[in-house]
């Protein structure tokens, strides 16, 4: 039989979790998470097999002069990127998560888990959907929602626009790359894109409202497919896709039957403060101040080189 202690069903409530653990650290008022009344959606105006998908990351392109951003790394905060970038979908590339906050203690080295490419490369050669756009597109993940709603989520629309994109796919990692992912989704919806976020945090999503949302009970940084596990990872596409197509209205959560294959009481362990001592939240403290400056230079330095 499960422990409730250790085994509790429930999904993981990130923003408790992450309003508690900020206000332990000795931050101020919480961060306010986006929240609308209103949600646009965009019907499928063609057949899956006739649209082209374009696939939307929170991932950053791999920097080899940015330190340690293997699936073990901590925090890696240089690796983060301020801009909406993108990359052809006929090659392969390296994207990893070590920039945002997903739990590391539950990660591997598969990027499929949070880039499905070659899933979807493969759909199209089954011919489950017409094609891919020439590009992927990578949207940063900022607290401030004013600037993905102004700057990030409408040039990504821009560049979904010109490379002809019927629907698309948006994969989110950490707590607020799912805010991200879910403002972007309304800025594409609303333009007349249907759309399906892939994530793990159902609380965020749902509290900011999506079009389209399919919800995996796994690990940040796992929405897309347990890792080295291509059918769960096929699995897990086909039934984005199916939600494409049979969502009757905005707000629909469908949730994926995967379950997590390790320890048990893996829901517990993500920014947990049990058994956390007070030098323990000040080490804590100094790191994540540490963070915070190393993630400011980074924006600063792109920003200034942009001008």
């Known amino acids: 039989m499960p422990h409730p202690a250790i085994d509790d069903p429930a999904p993981i409530r990130y923003i408790e979790r992450t309003h508690a653990w900020y206000a332990a650290l000795g931050y101020g008022a919480p961060y306010q998470y986006a929240r609308f009344e209103d949600v646009p959606f965009a019907r ?3 057949l899956l097999t006739a649209c082209r998908v374009a696939l939307l990351t929170t991932a950053a392109p791999f920097q080899p002069n940015k ?8 925090y890696n905060a240089a690796a983060k990127f301020y801009a909406v970038y993108s990359g052809e979908t006929a090659r392969d590339h390296d994207l990893r998560v070590s920039h945002v906050a997903v739990d590391r203690a539950h990660l591997s080295d598969d990027t499929n888990c949070w880039f499905p490419l070659p899933a979807l490369r493969r759909a199209v050669e089954a011919g489950r959907i017409g094609g891919l756009t020439p590009r992927f597109h990578g949207v940063p993940t900022n607290r401030s929602q004013r600037h993905t709603l102004e700057v990030d989520a409408p040039e990504a629309l821009s560049r979904c626009r010109a490379d002809g994109t019927d629907i698309a796919l948006l994969v989110a990692n950490c707590p607020v790359c799912h805010q ?22 159902l609380d965020i999503v749902e509290h900011c ?11 940040l940084g796992n929405a897309a497919g347990l890792p080295f596990d291509a059918a769960s990872q096929a699995a897990t596409l086909e039934m984005a896709l199916e939600l494409l197509e049979a969502a009757p209205g905005p707000r629909t959560t ?9 320890p048990p009481g893996w829901r517990r362990g993500y920014l947990g403060l049990d058994g956390l001592t007070p030098e323990d939240l000040a080490r804590e403290r100094r790191a994540n101040d540490a963070i915070k400056d190393i993630a400011q230079g980074v924006r600063d330095a792109i920003f200034a080189n942009r001008g």
């Not at 330190?67 to 901590?74: E, I, K, L, M």
């Not at 469908?254 to 390790?262: E, K």
């Open 44 to 46: 499928l105006q063609s």
């Open 180 to 201: 991200t992912m879910s403002l972007t989704a309304r800025i594409l919806e609303a333009a007349g894109i249907p759309t399906v976020v892939m994530g793990a945090a």
């Open 209 to 219: 409202g999506v079009p389209r949302f399919l919800f995996s009970d796994v690990p």
């Open 67 to 74: 330190g340690d951003q293997s699936s073990g790394a901590p």
């Open 254 to 262: 469908v949730r994926n039957p995967l379950i997590w294959p390790g």
